[in-house]
Nanobody
Framework: QVQLVESGGGLVQAGGSLRLSCTAS????????MGWFRQAPGKEREFVAA????????GYADSVKGRFIISRDNAKNTVYLQMNSLKPEDTAVYYC???????????????????WGQGTQVTVSS
């Protein structure tokens, strides 16, 4: 069982930055791929970014590519999402998720992830 706790959300003006953190319980964090997803009001949950268990493989949604950076610190059981050049359309609840995949792969499919955090609100004002 893995418990995930997100933090770092808040209100920011367009063009600003935020860094989200997701800390996992347990001693097997390094065996999990981690993903960030988001859900805006009235919209379906969507993939944002993911990182393989070793940190060497990452992937991003086209909408955030070049603006967001996912990273992880396995010694701290934490995955980060650095969000730069934020836009009002980035407003959503952001969730982190964990899954065990073969090798250091990751997935952009939410159903592939086994564990989810409670979410953290990000609001970008125009």
């Amino acid at each position: 069982q893995v418990q995930l706790v997100e933090s770092g959300g808040g209100l920011v003006q367009a063009g600003g930055s935020l860094r989200l953190s997701c800390t996992a319980s347990g001693r097997t964090f390094s065996s999990y791929a981690m993903g960030w997803f988001r859900q805006a009001p009235g919209k379906e949950r969507e993939f944002v970014a993911a990182i393989g268990r070793g940190g060497g493989s990452t992937g991003y949604a086209d909408s955030v590519k070049g603006r967001f950076i996912i990273s992880r610190d396995n010694a701290k059981n934490t995955v980060y999402l650095q969000m730069n050049s934020l836009k009002p359309e980035d407003t959503a609840v952001y969730y982190c998720a964990a899954a065990r995949f073969y090798r250091s792969t990751w997935s952009q499919e939410g159903f592939a992830y086994d564990y989810w955090g409670q979410g953290t609100q990000v609001t970008v004002s125009s």
